[in-house]
């Protein structure tokens, strides 16, 4: 996430009870273990933060 800190205003895992918890950016819900049932696939969430932000969006320079 560190790659587009240029775009995200804010994100935040949220969590309840029972091991629900929801992903989300700038406000909007992009995932959600209540909806779906079950826990995230790895890089699921990642790839639904880069389908959400598109893929115009250039990654932010990192330092080498």
């Given amino acids: 996430m560190s790659h587009y800190q240029h775009i995200i205003e804010s994100f935040s895992l949220v969590t309840q009870g029972s091991g629900i918890f929801r992903f989300v950016v ?3 819900t992009l995932f959600s273990k209540k909806e779906v049932g079950r826990h995230a696939e790895p890089g699921e969430i990642l790839k639904l933060f880069q389908d959400h932000i ?3 969006i250039e990654p ?3 330092e080498l």
């Fill in 54 to 56: 598109g893929l115009d």
């Fill in 60 to 62: 932010y320079p990192q």
């Fill in 26 to 28: 700038n406000g909007q």
